[in-house]
């Protein structure tokens, strides 16, 4: 089984910058994608960013140019960079671990696994103010 745990998060002024890690056990890093969701109103997670398994890159366009996504497999974790936060990127985050073979759905609801989704972290709160 897949577990996935997350660190980083908190509280950042507008401008500012925050850190976020998944480390991933259980999860094959080589053959899956991994991606951060954040947490839409009704428990929807939207994907905004994901490392796929040949290391392309996705970034909706609230994000791109601001966060930067990583991962280092051999320490089983990825990273997400957020620079130039704004107030409206407050909200709960979700890091999903990808099946091996399948890509990240853009809209899932938050930390239900399925075929494509092998497992969730916790999530982690992220607030911006201004």
């Known amino acids: 089984e897949v577990e996935v745990t997350e660190s980083g998060g908190g509280l950042a002024q507008a401008g500012g910058s925050l850190r976020l890690s998944c480390t991933a056990l259980?999860?094959?890093?080589?053959?899956?994608?991994i991606g951060w969701y954040r947490q839409a109103p009704g428990n929807e997670c939207e994907l905004f960013s994901s490392?796929?398994?040949?290391?392309?890159?996705y970034y909706e366009e609230r994000v791109k140019g601001r966060f930067t996504i990583s991962r280092d497999n051999a320490k089983n974790t990825a990273y997400l960079e957020m620079g130039s936060l704004k107030p409206e990127d407050t909200g709960g985050y979700y890091c999903g671990a990808g099946s091996a073979g399948h890509s990240l759905p853009r809209l899932i609801l938050c930390r239900v696994k399925r075929y494509n989704v092998a497992g969730w972290g916790q999530g982690t709160q992220v607030t911006v103010s201004s």
């Open positions: 490392m796929r398994r040949d290391g392309t890159t």
């Open positions: 259980g999860f094959n890093h080589d053959g899956s994608d």
